[in-house]
Nanobody, 126 residues
Framework: QVQLVESGGGLVQPGGSLRLSCAAS????????MTWFRQAPGKERESVAA????????YYSDSVKGRFTISRDNAKNTMYLQMNSLVSEDTAVYYC???????????????????WGQGTQVTVSS
């Protein structure tokens, strides 16, 4: 059974940092793009960052570029999102997702992903 499990969320003060993890199991993801999405209460789901598993090519939304870093560990089959300089607008449930046949800007479209995790809450507040 293919599964994605997120962890690492929590409460952090503005300006702080968190690292999210997405542990993948059930298959190899060498042909996949793996992506972090987020959804805040009352808002639409938003793409955050993606990584092409085979080449480690990365993609970022403008709202997190320069603050967040996506990476992956092949040996652990795990993807990470290092989040620095957090602001209240980063508060959301963060989901990881995996999909194939994703190229260029299509990484940001959630409809292109068929495997999703359950989400982890990130709250940025003083």
């Amino acid at each position: 059974q293919v599964q994605l499990v997120e962890s690492g969320g929590g409460l952090v003060q503005p300006g702080g940092s968190l690292r999210l993890s997405c542990a993948a199991s059930g298959r190899t993801f060498s042909g996949y793009v793996m992506t972090w999405f987020r959804q805040a209460p009352g808002k639409e789901r938003e793409s955050v960052a993606a990584i092409r598993w085979s080449s480690s090519t990365t993609y970022y939304s403008d709202s997190v570029k320069g603050r967040f870093t996506i990476s992956r560990d092949n040996a652990k089959n795990t993807m990470y999102l290092q989040m620095n300089s957090l602001v209240s607008e980063d508060t959301a449930v963060y989901y990881c997702a995996a999909g194939t046949q994703i190229y260029g800007s299509s990484w940001s479209n959630g409809r292109n992903y068929n495997i999703w995790g359950q989400g982890t809450q990130v709250t940025v507040s003083s």
